[in-house]
């Protein structure tokens, strides 16, 4: 059997491929597993190092540039409007691309999880009878996954299925697929990862993450709180996850702004492929609102500031920050409440490092919404849905 896995732009595309191409090799070793990628996608060569994955394969995709709350001003941006012409020519040379890759590599089954490059392979298998399935893991389903939804023969969400605007007969709600390394954190798990990455298991640690890409406002609101949680807590850990294009400028920021006691408390990182150990480690997350993130965290059950961005398509980071507030799992904060009181973030968690109980209550509230089985349960879907072709073949 042959799976195709596509997706990307992001590291909450990437991450949840990788741990299904790792489930599929457990149960099913023959199976060829290969990877589609948009080409010049920054984050590509993850998937192509990874072992689990047979082959790479990179065709053309566009992206339609809009932002939540813009409106129709965006349409007048001149600039704007010129890539989003010259990016619909790369569709079209993308789903002639796709059309010859899928027809000479003729996988059993396609799994779609969304970004610019599931267009043209989506259209492209629609045209040659490649079943697909494609996965949401957001309160609002990605453009992407809405242009080619009714070709799908599967919808698997990460929400309740009434959520979504999809064919409740096709819509299935399996979670996020999440790589094995995340399980419940114990206090003797944590304290084994803090030995793993040379952390003391009496100290604090604050770890945070802007998603796989980084977060150039998350990145300048965390350097403003360094300096006094630091010095408020003399035995305060950071760990900062600031983004590949990022890590060189946040390094130099802080060799500037902080003196060489409290520079030997941070560590700053582009890119983790060992979150789970950081994560995992801490007792306080600072992140963005990627689904997949946050999947993370509420499978380790950990105490999480959420930043979302309020400028994603559809506002769908808001929408699961909101989520997980209503539910008392996350504490919200936003990034206008960071404009007005630049000391904001530091206060926020200063509190909370002082209140264990209250670091607690979060994680707890955030496991609630842990689904440990996705990762198996597409990986399932998948497997019979190849079969069935095959069987229909």
């Known amino acids: ?80 409007f010129l890539k989003n012409v010259r990016d619909s020519v790369y569709v079209l040379m993308g789903i002639k691309q796709s059309r010859a890759l899928l027809d000479k590599l003729c996988p059993d089954v396609i799994f779609i999880k969304g970004g610019f490059v599931g267009v043209p392979v989506g259209l492209a298998a629609a045209s040659l009878h490649i079943p697909y399935i494609t996965h949401d893991s957001d309160a609002m389903p990605g453009l992407a996954n809405r242009i080619i939804a009714r ?11 009434e959520v979504y605007n999809y064919p409740a007969s096709k819509t299935v709600t399996t979670g996020i697929p999440l790589r094995v390394n995340f399980v419940p954190v114990t206090d003797k798990l944590k304290k084994k990862y803090r030995q793993e990455i040379q952390v003391p298991k009496s100290a604090k640690m604050l770890f945070v993450i802007g998603g796989g890409l980084g977060a150039q406002h998350v990145n300048t609101a965390v350097a403003e709180a360094m300096p006094h949680l630091l010095h408020e807590f003399s035995d305060l850990y950071i760990v900062h996850v600031a983004g590949r294009a990022n890590e060189a400028d946040m390094k130099k920021l802080y060799n500037d702004i902080l003196t060489p006691g409290e520079q030997g408390r941070v560590r700053v990182f582009g890119y983790l492929s060992d979150v789970y150990l950081y994560s995992g480690a801490a007792d306080i997350i600072v992140s963005r609102a990627g689904a997949t993130n946050l999947a993370e965290f509420a499978v380790q059950g950990k105490a999480c500031v959420v930043i979302p961005s309020p400028f994603l398509s559809g506002g769908h980071q808001l929408k699961n920050a909101r989520y997980l507030a209503d539910h008392q799992a996350i504490e919200l904060l936003n990034e206008s409440d960071i404009s007005a009181d630049p000391n904001r973030l530091a206060k926020q968690v200063s509190a909370l490092v002082h209140d264990t109980d209250r670091q607690r209550e979060l994680g707890s509230y955030l496991s609630n919404f842990a689904k440990p089985q996705a990762t198996q349960e597409i990986a399932q879907l998948l497997l019979k849905q190849g079969g069935d072709k095959r069987v229909e073949q």
Do not use: C
């Open 1 to 80: 059997m042959t799976i195709a896995l596509t997706g990307g732009g992001s590291g909450g595309h990437i991450t949840p491929l990788l741990a299904i191409a790792a489930e599929l090799k457990r149960v099913s070793p023959k199976t060829r597993i290969i990877y589609i990628g948009q080409r010049g996608d920054r984050m590509s060569d993850i998937l192509a190092e990874d072992t689990n994955i047979d082959d790479v394969f990179l065709v053309r995709a566009g992206k339609f540039r809009r932002y939540h709350g813009e409106g129709f001003k965006q349409l007048l941006d001149i600039a704007t």
């Open 151 to 161: 070709w799908a023969k599967l919808h698997a969400v990460a929400l309740p299925a």
